[in-house]
Nanobody, 128 residues
């Protein structure tokens, strides 16, 4: 069983927008912190954004602040990443992640080690 499934990636021109979705398989994910990470070719996976279990707090990497917005709909157990003003350097595989060890957690954790459940990733390519 796959717990997290991302969708919404694709090819877009610089300055364009995309919305990624992460659908969870179980209702318990509505009580967990969720995050987005990305990995560009030849680079390490990096933090993009996180959201608390109830959507009350969010946290962003400096590189995407003001351009990306993370949100969630717990009724649909789905997390979103709205990406605007995309740049070629945003090109990467985007991964949805969750921390299944901490319920009702805030959005403070940005390191890979704080997340133990990952989706398969969705490719985002931004052309110049």
């Amino acid at each position: 069983q796959v717990d997290l499934v991302e969708s919404g990636g694709g090819l877009v021109q610089a300055g364009g927008s995309l919305r990624l979705s992460c659908a969870a398989s179980r209702r318990t994910f509505s009580q967990l912190r969720m995050a987005w990470f990305r990995q560009a070719p030849g680079k390490e996976r990096e933090f993009v954004a996180a959201i608390s279990w109830n959507g009350g707090t969010t946290n962003y990497a400096d590189s995407v602040k003001g351009r990306f917005t993370i949100s969630r709909d717990n009724a649909k157990i789905t997390t979103y990443l709205q990406m605007n003003s995309l740049k070629p350097e945003d090109t990467a595989v985007y991964y949805c992640a969750s921390d299944t060890s901490r319920y009702f957690s805030g959005a403070y954790y940005t390191d890979l080690g704080s997340y133990d459940c990952w989706g398969q990733g969705t490719q985002v390519t931004v052309s110049s």
